[in-house]
């Protein structure tokens, strides 16, 4: 049985040129999670992180305070978030289509969290429903949940126990193939992931077991609720 530690990057840069990019929050985030790790004695055989900035950014981090018990790390693309760019382009349209009051605030959701989320909940809905887009989307849900699922499963194998630094979307992915839920209740869960948090599953014989799921217990103890984030 191998144990599989994901975790999700710090706070990006939402609502800036280059959203790809760990705010100062972001950054905070992610050394404190390194920081609870070195205190508790964290370890594992190797490291994994998608080949986005704000993964191998978090990955950086939060190893760092590790020093040389920290395990070798490898950049892997399996675990790259979708392209939510892609997806607004190619989807917003229908969803306008559908309901025509979003169309005052569809120009700005890129700007305003506010705004932002329950937009872009629809959008996804709208790909993972297999709706047809109206522009290009170059992987679609089910592909993009197989891709993660099989990264994990590949970069399992002979190890007992791995850390992969990923996206909400990729630990939603695992946490679907793991539980057996419908589409839409992995998307309702993919929205409470929070950012720096740590996700726990066990990898054996008969598949994917949820051991942890969304642990900010590192941030928690700040007694800063500012540093708790999801977007």
Known sequence: MTTIVLVRHGQASFGTANYDR???????????????????????DRALSGSLQRQRHTADQALRPLGPAAP???????????NHTQLVQAY??????????????????????????PLFGRIVSAWAEGRRAAGPVDESWEGFCARCVAGVKQAAEGAERIVIF???????????????????????????ICNASVHEFQLHDKGLNLAGFNDVSHLRLLGDDGIVTRL
């Open 22 to 44: 760990l705010s100062p929050l972001g950054e905070r985030q992610a050394a404190v999670l390194g920081e609870h790790w070195q205190r508790s004695g964290f370890r594992a």
């Open 72 to 82: 070798a790390m490898a950049v892997e693309p399996a675990f790259n978030e979708f």
């Open 92 to 117: 917003l349209p229908l969803v306008i289509a559908d309901d025509p009051t979003l169309q005052a605030v569809g120009g700005a959701m890129l700007k305003d969290p506010a705004l932002f989320r």
């Open 166 to 192: 990923t996206s909400g979307g990729v630990i939603t992915a695992v946490l679907q193939a793991a539980l057996g839920i419908d589409n839409a209740t992995a998307l309702r869960l993919n929205w409470r």
